[in-house]
């Protein structure tokens, strides 16, 4: 267990305390779903509308 001296006269704060204080002050910090547990993937495949229009550009002698 780390414990962290506060100021003279004050007890000691312990890590799991520490941590309740920032999340108190700050809020979760980490995120609810990392990004290894998340589905990337459809909106990779997904083409934008600007790659379709630029696609669509393709002089027909360039194989489009």
């Keep these: 267990m780390h414990l962290r001296q506060v100021d003279v006269g004050e007890r000691q ?3 799991w305390e520490r ?3 920032l ?6 910090v980490e995120p609810s779903v ?3 547990e998340r589905d990337d993937a459809p909106s990779a495949t997904r083409e934008s509308a600007s790659e379709r229009w630029l696609k669509s550009q393709v ?4 194989g489009g």
């Design 13 to 15: 704060e312990t890590d």
């Design 19 to 21: 941590r309740r204080r």
């Design 23 to 28: 999340a108190e002050i700050f809020g979760d």
């Design 34 to 36: 990392t990004s290894d």
């Design 59 to 62: 002089p027909p002698h360039h």
